[in-house]
């Protein structure tokens, strides 16, 4: 079992940057592959971006990359997600979540593949 905290989501200014953390408690950090989701208004949950548990591995979503970098600290227990020229379709509640499942692209990129959730923190961009 892991419990995830995210922090970090606010209100910015079109353009501008955030970086969100997803701290974990529980079982040994580095087990885990982490990714991160969202969910904008009236929309379903979608695929941000994801890191191994070596942090090596790194995938991103088409529409964050360039943007956005995931990256994980193993010894604070934390991954961060850094977005960078925000726009106003990148509001949305932002989750992370941890995998026990192998690192790859296609199974880090499904939301089955993450039994475990934080509460979500949300991210507003105004125009």
């Known amino acids: 079992q892991v419990q995830l905290v995210e922090s970090g989501g606010g209100l910015v200014q079109a353009g501008g940057s955030l970086r969100l953390s997803c701290a974990a408690s529980?079982?040994?950090?580095?087990?885990?592959?982490m990714g991160w989701f969202r969910q904008g208004p009236g929309t379903e949950r979608e695929f941000v971006a994801a890191i191994s548990r070596s942090g090596a591995g790194l995938y991103y979503a088409d529409s964050v990359k360039g943007r956005f970098t995931i990256s994980r600290d193993n010894a604070k227990n934390t991954v961060y997600l850094q977005m960078n020229s925000l726009k106003a379709d990148d509001t949305a509640v932002y989750y992370c979540?941890?995998?026990?499942?192998?690192?790859?692209?296609?199974?880090?990129?499904?939301?089955?593949?993450?039994?475990?959730w934080g509460q979500g923190t949300q991210v507003t961009v105004s125009s």
């Open positions: 979540a941890a995998s026990w499942g192998p690192s790859t692209a296609q199974s880090l990129g499904i939301m089955t593949s993450y039994p475990y």
């Open positions: 529980g079982r040994t950090f580095s087990s885990y592959a």
